[in-house]
């Protein structure tokens, strides 16, 4: 298990690049959010999500928590603006048009993080899952956006909010959609493993109660559940 002041060390400078980032968007003239707003902007909200998710599997409470508030807060706000798409926005050039599934990073990732704060996958946990599943398929079905360019490494940003997507959608459909399917795999695995045959040749008490002549009597075996040929 890390240390907890590993986590306060390695999100110190997140947090004094976010100090002046989101200072930047509020009031940093020509790099005002309004006026520098794209998608790639999402990048500096989901490390919030994501040293939430770190600081909560360590243990620890109240640092992610805080992560978590911030990342939260200036999503939306983010989130408004590329939306409106003001007039002074630029636009991307086509061959940036992957970034725009970044969009689904966040709310992916942010729904991992909850839940790893609350414990569960809870109705905080999947609406922001359900958001980043909507984002998913208004994209999916605006195939022409995509096309008329080659392969590039812009493309990355689609495989990293895919990935996200796809690990939060494991979490919630082991948690909320087919929650007894482990304890039945750990219970039929325990029930083979617990059944032992008896050895002909042990002096043990247990053993010989259970043979006799060296042959394992049939209330052994249909113990076992062992299928039988027919």
């Known amino acids: 298990k890390l240390p907890p002041f590993l986590w306060y060390v390695l ?3 997140i947090f004094f690049l976010e100090l002046k980032l989101y200072g930047q968007w509020m009031s940093g003239g020509k790099r005002r959010l309004s006026k520098v707003a794209n998608p790639s902007n999402h990048l500096s909200v989901i490390g919030n999500f994501v040293g939430a998710y770190l600081g909560a599997t360590m243990g ?3 640092g992610p928590l805080f992560f978590f508030a911030v990342g939260l807060a200036h999503y939306t706000v983010l989130f408004v603006t590329l939306y409106q798409r003001l007039p002074t926005a630029q636009t991307l050039p086509k061959d940036l048009h992957p970034v725009f599934f970044l969009f689904v990073a966040g709310p992916s990732v942010g729904s991992m993080a909850w839940s790893k704060l609350s414990g569960s996958f809870d109705f905080g946990s999947r609406i922001i899952y359900f958001i980043a599943l909507f984002l998913y398929f208004s994209l999916a079905f605006r195939i022409h956006f995509f ?28 948690e909320d959609l087919f929650p007894n399917d482990y304890s039945i795999a ?12 008896p050895n002909p040749g042990s002096s043990n008490s247990d053993t010989k109660s259970d043979t006799k002549d060296g042959k394992v009597s049939e209330t052994t075996q249909d113990s076992c559940a062992f299928p039988r040929e027919k």
């Open 60 to 62: 620890l409470k109240e």
């Open 147 to 174: 096309r008329g360019f080659k392969f590039s490494l812009t493309w990355w940003a689609y495989t990293f909010p895919m990935t996200g997507a796809a690990i939060a959608t494991i979490k919630y459909a082991d």
């Open 11 to 13: 999100m110190a400078p």
């Open 186 to 197: 750990i219970n039929t695995t325990k029930a083979k493993t617990e059944c032992k045959w």
